[in-house]
């Protein structure tokens, strides 16, 4: 009897995102990683929702503990408050150290509600930001060298990209 040549196991790309941000960052995670090649066959993404960006953290280490995820993209909204921004700084921190008792990158993907004050930029720098960092994750798991490519070219994801620096 011939044994049966078993499937690759697919790889798993989590998507936390929040009930707070005033844009469905996750959403547009999810559509650009259903875009990438080898959706579905290669890869598959697992999203859950949390309250607030300090959730983020123990969202993330859940999803790679516990779902097995290989990269986790967190995606969340820090408010323009004073307030805000050191919550949003003790959020980044707890990323930081889910990543570091992981040993697997998270993606921290912050849209400060003051980055704009026109609602239609705002929302263009949540799609684009949200869009370009499932990507970059894409790209970490299958495609390193497009990182690679683009090293030193001011890339940015939400507003237009910076540009290289030339020496003369």
């Not at 705002?122 to 990182?147: D, T």
Request: hydrophobic residues 40%; neutral net charge; glycine residues 8%.
């Amino acid at each position: 009897m011939a044994k049966k040549k078993k499937s690759p196991k697919k790889v798993k790309i989590g998507v936390v995102d929040t009930m707070f941000a005033r844009y469905d960052m996750g959403a547009a995670a999810s559509a650009e990683l259903a875009e990438c090649p080898g959706y579905g066959k290669k890869f598959e993404v697992v999203a859950v929702t949390v309250p607030g960006f300090k959730d983020l953290a123990v969202a993330a280490k859940n999803l790679i503990e516990k779902d097995g995820c290989s990269i986790v993209v967190a995606l969340g909204m820090p408010g323009s408050a004073p307030i805000d921004k050191q919550c949003a700084h003790e959020a980044a921190q707890g990323i930081m150290q889910a990543q570091l008792l992981t040993s697997t990158p998270i993606l921290e993907v912050f849209v400060h509600e003051d980055e704009s004050d026109d609602p239609r930029v705002l929302a263009s720098v949540f799609e684009s930001r949200s869009r370009k960092h499932a990507r970059n994750a894409y790209w970490m798991l299958f495609e390193p060298e497009q990182l690679r490519q683009r090293a030193g070219q001011g890339v940015r994801q939400g507003f237009g990209d910076a540009g290289p620096l030339e020496f003369t």
